[in-house]
């Protein structure tokens, strides 16, 4: 059984800082692409940031300046730093790894999310 556990959200005033993680494990071969996405209510679902094996970064326009994306490869995390919280970043933060895993004999390739991590900024 494969997961990923999210953690790191809460109440944060306009201005402040939070650092998402997630962590991945089960029976895992490989992780490859990992990243963030966030919902708000009554809104589709938008990407924030990803990361490569190789630690190659992109962001939303949107996050770009404030969040910043990183990983430790051996601990099969991701972590989310946002800093300068504006209340529009209210949202449930969901990470999303790309990864091969065994299923019985095979190995499989696949995408995963987190169960989401509500953040709230207040303004």
């Known amino acids: 059984q494969v997961q990923l556990v999210e953690s790191g959200g809460g109440l944060v005033q306009a201005g402040g800082s939070l650092r998402l993680s997630c962590a991945a494990s089960?029976?895992?071969?490989?992780?490859?692409?990992m990243g963030w996405y966030r919902q708000a209510p009554g809104k589709e679902r938008e990407l924030v940031a990803t990361?490569?094996?190789?630690?190659?970064?992109n962001y939303a326009e949107s996050a770009k300046g404030r969040f910043i994306t990183s990983r430790d490869n051996s601990k099969k995390t991701v972590y989310l730093q946002m800093n300068s919280l504006k209340a529009e970043d209210t949202a449930v933060y969901y990470c999303?790894?790309?990864?091969?895993?065994?299923?019985?004999?095979?190995?499989?390739?696949?995408?995963?999310w987190g169960q989401g991590t509500q953040v709230t900024v207040s303004s």
């Open positions: 999303n790894v790309d990864l091969t895993y065994l299923d019985g004999s095979y190995f499989r390739e696949g995408t995963v």
């Open positions: 089960g029976n895992i071969y490989s992780v490859n692409v």
């Open positions: 990361i490569t094996s190789n630690k190659i970064t």
